[in-house]
């Protein structure tokens, strides 16, 4: 073989390089065209709303490869249901084209219960769906917050934040229904203004009006003699008040001894 290569001239040997050359340039490009499927292009089938087993099944029969390329959860469809796929249906893609598809979840993963207490109802609504949970039951309660979440509870128990559980699950919301819990008007006779306002505030009631007497020079050490609403009324009838009321309080610089009315009392014969 080299002594032909060598026994014909030079431009000889070039020129048959060139052809081979050549030839072998037409032969790669040829299988490329069968190696590649150069210009076979099949449409893509709808999978979504498939089970995946289902899906893979469909786009394996038809030369497509599959690649799950995410999982949501979604409470509303079934588990490791097609939700999304890429190309979408009916698009014309090269055979043996990767069809990547997105599965519903089998099970719910779990989030941090969010804190919703002294939320409004409205901005509680928004926070269970941004955390993906459900909003359940509403039940209302004596306050005088209206609409303020007084409590959060799963099947039936308080469910303290940070506690795991699992998207999609129902939220009961406790709500203030906007009336205070009645009960018996306090007495106030005799409190320093200071212990005053702090039963009232621990009885979810307000101080209203602070009426002092002319030699009263510091209120927080000043004594209740008077109040408004009584703890009874004209007829001796004990009042009742509900939490979020106002009652007026009169102070004095010294405390003074309850004058008692004894005259419906009656008097023996």
């Known amino acids: 073989m080299f002594r032909f290569l060598t026994s014909k001239p030079l431009w000889i040997n070039i020129l048959a390089g060139f052809v081979l050359l050549v030839v072998l340039l037409l032969l790669f490009l040829g299988s490329l065209d069968i190696i590649t499927h150069h210009g076979k292009t099949m449409k893509i089938p709808a999978v979504v709303g ?19 390329q995410d999982s949501i959860y979604n409470d509303t ?10 190309p979408e249906a009916d698009n014309l893609v090269k055979v043996n084209r990767t069809v990547y598809l997105t599965i519903n979840r089998a099970v719910a993963p779990e ?8 939320m409004t109802f409205r901005n509680a609504e928004m926070v269970l769906r941004r955390y993906g949970l459900k909003l359940g039951d509403t039940v209302f309660r004596p306050d005088f917050a209206r609409n303020s979440v007084l409590d959060q509870e799963f099947k039936g128990e308080s469910i303290k934040p940070g506690t795991k559980i699992q998207q999609g699950s129902p939220i009961t919301l406790v709500l203030g229904n906007g009336v205070g819990t009645e ?9 320093t203004y200071r212990d005053a306002r702090a039963a009232l505030s621990e009885a979810g009631l307000i101080v209203g009006s602070i009426v002092p007497d002319a030699d009263v020079k510091d209120t927080s050490g000043a004594f209740v003699y008077r109040q408004n609403p009584d703890r009874l009324d004209y007829e001796k009838q004990i009042n009742h008040i509900r939490q979020g009321q106002i009652i007026d309080i009169w102070l004095s610089a010294l405390k003074k001894e309850r004058i008692i009315d004894t005259s ?3 008097k023996p014969n």
Not at 183 to 191: E, I, K, Y
């Open 50 to 68: 498939q089970p995946i087993d289902q899906a893979r099944k469909t786009l394996e029969s038809q030369g497509f490869e599959i690649l799950i």
């Open 111 to 118: 989030v941090d219960m969010p804190n919703l207490l002294s």
């Open 77 to 86: 469809i079934p588990p490791l249901q097609v939700m999304k796929q890429f």
């Open 183 to 191: 009960f018996v008007v306090p007495d106030l006779f005799g409190l």
């Open 264 to 266: 419906s009392v009656q």
